[in-house]
Structures are given as structure tokens and as C-alpha cells.
């Protein structure tokens, strides 16, 4: 478990899957990040198992415990951003109630220093699609630096094609900014 002034960030539990779907089926937040509205409670229940158990995936609580995102290091083998052990991916989203609060770029910023200072990764890739203005935004508090744009990528949970941003965080400039 990691903590923050605000957050704590955990394994996700089954037992989350009621938050998880309070939050993750509003059409405005899953497909600007590019998968669809969960539709049920056994639903949100499934993707725990199938998708947010994956390592390195934590929820995003609230001190009380109440999960109200996720944040995520998608280590090799799991991202096709890059081919290197250390070098990873880093996802987020969090619940439309707590949108322009600092929270996701909070709980992002402390798994940043989790993967340099722990798991020694060297770089974190992190990547937007077109229009995702909220995601562009987190990677610029964060320090990402834009490395380029790919046209016509294929988001096979939303069944369509995009343009997405692909930016770059190196351990030494994220020891520069903190």
C-alpha cells in the first residue's frame, strides 16, 4: 500500500466492485481514456479480476477507504510502449465527482516516485488520446515530456480508431522537479 497527504492507493478488492462501477459507468470517464461504461456491479466485479488485479494496479481511495479510481504501472510485457525491464507505462482515471481536484496527478506523482526509487525504472511512457484535454494536463503537472503522436491506432474496447500522444517522464528529470 502506498499513501499520500489525501489517498491511499491498494490492491483492488472484489469487494470494491460497487464504488468501482458508481464511478467507472459514467460515459464520461472510461471512453476519453478509451474503454467503455461498465454496466453492472458484475461487471465492475469481473474487470477486478480480469484487468484491475494486474500487478502494480492500485485503487484510488479516499482515507476512508472508498475506491474512487485507479492508478497503474504497466510493466513490460503488459504495455507496447516499450520493450525494456525498466522502463514502464503509467495509467490513471478517477470518478467525475472528484475531477479538478489534484487528486489523480497526487496519486499518480507518488507511484512515479514508487517505480524510479523502488521498482528502479529509468523512464515512465504515459500516452493521451486526442481530445482527452484532463489526461494532457495530469502528464504536464507531472513533468511528462511529449515524444509524438501516432494516427490511426487501434482502441480495440471502444471498436474504433484514434489519435493518440505519447509522452516521457526519465528518472533524471523526475529528480530534477521533486
Given at each position: 500500500m502506498l499513501e499520500t497527504k489525501r489517498l491511499l492507493l491498494r490492491p483492488w478488492q472484489v469487494s470494491d466492485a460497487k464504488d468501482l462501477y458508481e464511478y467507472a459507468s459514467d460515459p464520461a470517464v472510461g471512453?476519453?481514456?478509451?474503454w467503455p461504461p461498465h454496466t453492472s456491479v458484475e461487471?465492475?466485479?469481473?474487470?477486478?479480476?480480469?484487468?484491475?488485479?494486474?500487478?502494480?494496479?492500485?485503487?484510488?481511495?479516499?482515507?476512508?477507504?472508498?475506491?474512487?479510481g485507479s492508478v497503474g504501472l504497466k510493466l513490460k510485457g503488459y504495455t507496447d510502449m516499450t520493450d525494456r525491464e525498466d522502463e514502464c507505462e503509467l495509467g490513471y482515471w478517477i470518478g467525475k465527482p472528484f475531477w479538478g481536484q489534484g487528486?489523480?496527478?497526487?496519486?499518480?506523482?507518488?507511484?512515479?516516485?514508487?517505480?524510479?526509487?523502488?521498482?528502479?525504472?529509468r523512464a515512465v511512457w504515459c500516452g493521451y488520446y486526442e481530445g482527452n484535454e484532463k489526461s494532457r494536463r495530469v502528464q504536464q503537472k507531472?513533468?511528462?515530456?511529449?515524444?509524438?503522436?501516432?494516427h490511426d491506432l487501434n482502441v480495440s474496447l471502444m471498436n474504433e480508431k484514434r489519435t493518440g500522444h505519447t509522452s516521457l517522464l526519465t528518472k533524471e528529470r523526475w529528480e530534477e522537479l521533486k
Open positions: 471512453p476519453p481514456a478509451g461487471n465492475s466485479r469481473e474487470l477486478i479480476r480480469s484487468v484491475l488485479s494486474a500487478p502494480e494496479t492500485y485503487a484510488v481511495c479516499l482515507k476512508d477507504g472508498k475506491a474512487i487528486l489523480i496527478p497526487e496519486a499518480a506523482g507518488e507511484l512515479l516516485r514508487y517505480a524510479f526509487e523502488e521498482l528502479n525504472m507531472l513533468g511528462f515530456i511529449y515524444q509524438h503522436t501516432t
